[in-house]
């Protein structure tokens, strides 16, 4: 590997002059990459298997596949979903056929955001997976059972990687700070604990953020002493300072959450501008309001859910700041709904059920006869079509044996739940008199 010259060092950011070389230098993830665990097994066993990197930005997704492909000294070649056509990489792919062919080994091709490829784009690097003439390693910030398409999960292992803590983070950024030929050493930077843990907290589990706003930080100070002002001139923002553990984070959302809950829009509105004016990520305010929705407000208004997650897909859209009025907007509708924890009651009573009773097999009347093997031995028997009876529905059970009549959701008497109350109760009364009947309706 050619050594990089100072000059071009120079303006490279600090994130991509500190990205590790080896596991050695490589902090966190220690269970995907500490003693017996799936990473160093393979370069223990010599053995290199295609890859899908799952998790947040900056936790060290694409280092991880480019110390690899380093200790197994194959050819690597590096796409981005987003910039790169298919086309292109079909064409590296030959390439690669053509390698493997002539020095009997594979090439890694490495597609960063593999998830923006669509299904006919994934399906394209199956044939030379199978074949062995590559090496697919994939990134990707989206879950892959949702992103993926399943033959091509099927031959590769996924490595799930989370947001680093806020002590790997501190590691990160003290190395960076000491280090003379890559990082700022030759600087002699001192760093307050206060300043440190502005520039942690903002990361936000990311180490490339943190780096970068360290470096920024850094050719801002006076004196070579980065303290919060220094950050704060950096980041462009006011800084509210969460603690090192993160429980003035935890102390706003729950202050944001109780807010809403308790259907005030004023202290609501105004725990939402903290949490943005202390850095927070405005995707993570998202996150959390969607979960009120379907938490707090459920089927009391069945349209809090799409207005969550509209200011979601607005904000990610727009970006800030104008997208953080999406959020507010969000916030006022869900803090005035009227509120029913109704949906997540019945939701935790089935999981406690499932969670604490004997897996019970489908009944052969709910399964599909897709065979002619199954239809002999029952499958879909007795089944009763909903729409070939007058009143849509049956008296049929379709609950495992050990839990019929088990009831799980109870309407609340808010909003749009008075109308469900209604509605379920109208089913009841139908089935009710099915049953009394002895059979269906007419």
């Given at each position: 590997m050619k050594r990089m010259s100072t000059?071009?060092?120079?303006?490279?950011?600090?994130?991509?002059?500190?990205?590790p070389k080896s596991l050695d230098g490589f902090y966190?993830?220690?269970h995907l990459i500490g003693e017996g665990r799936i990473l160093a097994q393979l370069i223990k066993a010599d053995s290199l298997i295609s890859l899908i990197f799952w998790g947040p930005p900056?936790?060290?997704?694409?280092?991880?596949?480019?110390?690899?492909?380093?200790?197994?000294?194959l050819p690597c070649m590096f796409y981005s979903a987003v910039l790169s056509s298919i086309k292109e990489i079909k064409k590296a792919m030959e390439e690669a056929e053509e390698h493997s062919r002539l020095y009997r080994q594979p090439t890694i091709i490495f597609i960063d955001e593999i998830h923006r490829f669509n299904k006919a784009q994934q399906a394209a690097f199956l044939p030379y997976v199978e074949k062995g003439e590559i090496i697919l390693f994939g990134s990707t910030t989206e879950n892959p059972s949702f992103e993926v398409i399943a033959p091509l999960l099927s031959r590769t292992k996924v490595l799930k990687l989370n947001a680093l803590e806020p002590e790997t983070l501190e590691k990160i950024l003290n190395n960076a700070l000491q280090d003379r030929e890559r990082g700022l050493g030759e600087r002699k930077t001192h760093i307050s604990k206060e300043a440190m843990d502005a520039v942690i907290v903002y990361a936000d589990g990311d180490a490339r953020r943190a780096l970068n706003t360290l470096e920024i930080a850094v050719h801002l100070a006076k004196d070579d002493k980065v303290d919060l002002e220094a950050v704060k001139e950096a980041l462009q923002q006011r800084i509210l300072l969460y603690d090192k553990k993160g429980e003035e984070h935890f102390n706003l959302i729950s202050a944001l959450h109780k807010s809403l809950r308790n259907s005030d829009v004023n202290a609501s509105l105004y725990w939402l501008a903290r949490m943005i004016a202390a850095g927070e990520d405005p995707m993570y305010i998202a996150r959390r309001l969607v979960r009120f929705a379907s938490e707090d407000v459920g089927l009391a208004d069945n349209n809090a859910l799409n207005i969550a997650?509209?200011?979601?897909?607005?904000f990610e859209f727009i970006g800030s700041p104008e997208g953080e009025l999406a959020l507010a907007q969000a916030v006022i509708y869900l803090a005035s709904a009227p509120k029913s924890n109704s949906v997540y009651k019945a939701f935790s009573k089935a999981v406690k059920d499932v969670e604490s009773s004997l897996f019970e097999p489908v009944p052969l009347h709910l399964r599909n006869p897709v065979s002619s093997l199954m239809k002999k031995q029952g499958y879909g028997k007795d089944y009763k079509y909903a729409h070939d009876f007058g009143e849509a529905t049956t008296d049929m059970e379709t609950m495992p044996e050990n839990l019929k009549n088990r009831e799980y959701y109870e309407p609340g008497s808010m909003g749009f739940e008075k109308e469900m109350k209604k509605r379920l109760e109208w089913w009841n009364e139908i089935k009710k008199k099915i049953k009394e009947k002895k059979g269906p309706p007419l």
């Open positions: 000059k071009r060092m120079k303006h490279t950011p600090l994130a991509e002059r500190m990205r966190g993830q220690e900056g936790s060290g997704k694409t280092t991880l596949g480019a110390i690899l492909a380093d200790h197994f000294n997650l509209n200011a979601k897909d607005s």
